[in-house]
Nanobody, 115 residues
């Protein structure tokens, strides 16, 4: 059973930065596209960024130019560098990947942007 663990959330002021990390417990983690999702209270979960195994990436429009997703396959890790954070970025951030119809999720890490 694959496991994902996220780290790096916290409380930050508007305009600040955080770097989230997601580590996979299985060797095949590096073979798949990995996503970062977020969910704010009372809102639906949304896809923030994705990175394919070759490094190709996609972003939610509202985070383009502020967030950068990257991966280190040797460390079985995916990162989300978040700059110029806004209060509306406040949410529980989770990483995800899927193999066929099986989905793997981490427990999430809370990001709160507030002065």
């Amino acid at each position: 059973q694959a496991q994902l663990m996220e780290f790096g959330g916290g409380l930050v002021q508007p305009g600040g930065s955080l770097k989230l990390s997601c580590t996979g417990s299985v060797n095949f983690f590096s073979s798949y596209t990995v996503d970062w999702y977020r969910q704010a209270p009372g809102q639906e979960r949304e896809l923030v960024a994705s990175i394919a195994r070759d490094g190709a990436s996609n972003y939610l429009n509202s985070v383009k130019g502020r967030f950068t997703i990257s991966r280190d396959n040797g460390k079985k890790s995916v990162y989300l560098q978040m700059n110029s954070l806004k209060p509306e970025d406040t949410a529980l951030y989770s990483c995800h990947f899927s193999i066929g119809s099986t989905h793997y999720w981490g427990q999430g890490t809370q990001v709160t942007v507030s002065s």
